[in-house]
Every structure is written in structure tokens, then in C-alpha cells.
């Protein structure tokens, strides 16, 4: 099993910056098949999307809505994924999900590991 705790989240203005921070834990076993690491959101009568995720490798997926604005980084000795959000936008506001899972970066499994999410909120 790999528990994950999220930090960060919060009220912005636009045009400020949040940085979001998920750590992950649990056995060594757990962690050996674990590749992506990144973060989904999900913004009220709205699907959850990918916003973007990093492989073991540091191969990145981004979505374009967030382009130019946001990066990942993760630390694997730390198994930590960082999430730098500038620029931010009212529409960004939603609750943002770190996910962990054994596929290609953004890609999500059945059996994969979730937070419990963290709020964003962006004032005009």
C-alpha cells in the first residue's frame, strides 16, 4: 500500500503562484512498480482531468490548458512530487488530486493510489 499526504493548496489572486507538494509512503515493495507520479484536479459539475505528471525517468505529461504555467518536478529519494503553479487563473480553481500509479506518466489504472485532494482557489 502507498499513502499519500498533500500540501499547499489555498486561496490565490490571479495572477499569483500556489506550490503543491505530495509525499508519498509505505513499503519499498509498493514503491518498486511505481512510475507516474502528478496530480489531477476537479472543478465543480466537472470531469477530473489530468493537469500533469512525471515518470521515474522525468518523462512529463502536461496538460495545454497549463502550459508555460505550471511544471512538475519529483524527488524519488524523497518520493515526492512537486507541483509549481504560477499565472494562475479563476478558471484553475478546483480540488487537486496527487495520483500514483505503475503506468506511463498521466496514465490511470483501477488499482492505482489517490490524496484525499487539496483545495485551489483563484479570486478575480
Known amino acids: 500500500q502507498v499513502q499519500l499526504v498533500e500540501s499547499g493548496g489555498g486561496l490565490v489572486q490571479a495572477g499569483g503562484s500556489l506550490r503543491l507538494s505530495c509525499a508519498a509512503s509505505?513499503?519499498?515493495?509498493?514503491?518498486?512498480?511505481?512510475?507516474?507520479m502528478g496530480w489531477h484536479r476537479q472543478a465543480p459539475g466537472k470531469q477530473r482531468e489530468l493537469v500533469a505528471a512525471?515518470?521515474?525517468?522525468?518523462?512529463?505529461n502536461v496538460a495545454d490548458s497549463v502550459k508555460g504555467r505550471f511544471t512538475i518536478s519529483r524527488d524519488n529519494v524523497k518520493r515526492t512530487v512537486y507541483l509549481q503553479m504560477n499565472s494562475l487563473k479563476p478558471e484553475d480553481t478546483a480540488v487537486y488530486y496527487c495520483?500514483?500509479?505503475?503506468?506511463?506518466?498521466?496514465?490511470?489504472?483501477?488499482?492505482?493510489?489517490w490524496g484525499q485532494g487539496t483545495q485551489v482557489t483563484v479570486s478575480s
Open positions: 512525471i515518470s521515474a525517468g522525468g518523462t512529463t
Open positions: 509505505g513499503s519499498t515493495f509498493s514503491f518498486l512498480s511505481i512510475n507516474t
Open positions: 495520483h500514483v500509479g505503475r503506468s506511463g506518466a498521466g496514465l490511470v489504472r483501477p488499482d492505482d493510489y
